[in-house]
């Protein structure tokens, strides 16, 4: 796999410093070969990692630029990244415009989730451009830095999956949530209640790393005990329909960009 030189625009911030360290402790960059930019200059990396103030002196010196700034300060970017590979990890602005800000004819967008902090997120990326599979694959070992990744088909995919994988923990944090709050109403101690969805939430995660979820709730319904009647009753108010739409609003969002 060539080691090729990767500048990250925002590799100080919170998405941008978890991918700088998975790449160099993983080995697919090496330090010589990795570039950062923010506004001060500053930041504190491997001696051999450059840290620029200067966002057109790292696209000039890289050969994949990625851009790990918040949308909204995209517009104030000011690069010329023509000839270059730009990546773009920003919800919600399209590789159109992404294409007419930087010059940069080959534009890849991908949605890591927070769980690149545990090199466990999962990491849809899509090219707005036709990719040899040399570069296919390079894109492909980047983002299996932080955990799994896939390419996929469309750029609608993009900004429908920011709202479900690019959400990280916060459908799990919101079932955890309900979970403690109707337990509380009905007369379960507070932290008796919070222990018991925490076992739910983090503990049943980490049992499905290793089973399948669906066959899991088959086995379950068929048991026909407790489990069912309380899963039984989520399927008859239509949980499926309630997700669809938070998957929805949150999509939608993306598409009109922010
Ligand atoms: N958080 C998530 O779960 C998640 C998931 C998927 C995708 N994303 C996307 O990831 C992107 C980054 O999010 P984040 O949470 O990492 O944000 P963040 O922590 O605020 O990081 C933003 C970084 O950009 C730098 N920056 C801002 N303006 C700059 C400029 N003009 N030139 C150079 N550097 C600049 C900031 O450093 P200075 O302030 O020092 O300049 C900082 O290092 C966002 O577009 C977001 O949509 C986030």
Redo the contacts with the bound molecule.
């Keep these: 796999m060539p080691n090729k030189t990767l500048g990250i625009?925002?590799?100080?911030?919170?998405?941008?410093r978890a991918i700088a360290d998975a790449v160099l402790e993983s080995g697919f960059i090496t330090a010589d070969r990795l570039l950062i930019?923010?506004?001060?200059g500053t930041g504190t990396f491997g001696s051999q990692v450059r840290v620029l103030a200067d966002?057109q002196a790292l696209v000039d010196l890289s050969e994949v630029v990625m851009l790990?700034?918040?949308?909204e300060?995209f517009r104030?970017?000011q690069i010329d990244a023509t000839g270059k590979q730009v990546i773009s990890?920003?919800?919600g602005i399209t590789a159109d415009t992404i294409r007419t800000v930087t010059g940069a004819q080959n534009v890849v967008r991908a949605?890591?989730?927070?769980m690149v902090e545990i090199r466990q997120s999962y990491t849809p990326w899509f090219s707005a451009g036709d990719l040899g599979e040399a570069d296919r694959q390079w894109l492909q070992r980047l983002f299996e830095c932080v955990g799994s990744a896939d390419e996929v088909p469309d750029e609608d995919c993009i900004d429908y999956l920011?709202a479900l994988s690019?959400t990280?923990p916060a459908f799990p944090a919101m079932l955890y949530k309900a979970l403690v709050s109707q337990a509380v109403a009905a007369g379960v101690p507070d932290t008796i209640a919070h222990r018991a969805a925490h076992g739910v939430v983090v503990g049943g995660g980490q049992l499905l790393a290793s089973r399948d979820p669906l066959h899991m709730i088959d086995a379950l319904m068929a048991y026909r005990g407790v489990t069912a009647a309380a899963l039984q009753s989520m399927d008859d108010q239509h949980i499926d329909a309630i997700v669809g739409r938070a998957l929805q609003a949150g999509a939608e969002v993306a598409r009109r960009g922010m």
């Design positions: 625009i925002g590799g100080t911030g919170w998405l941008g930019s923010n506004r001060s966002n790990s700034i918040r949308p300060q104030e970017l990890l920003m919800a949605m890591p989730n927070a920011s690019g990280g």
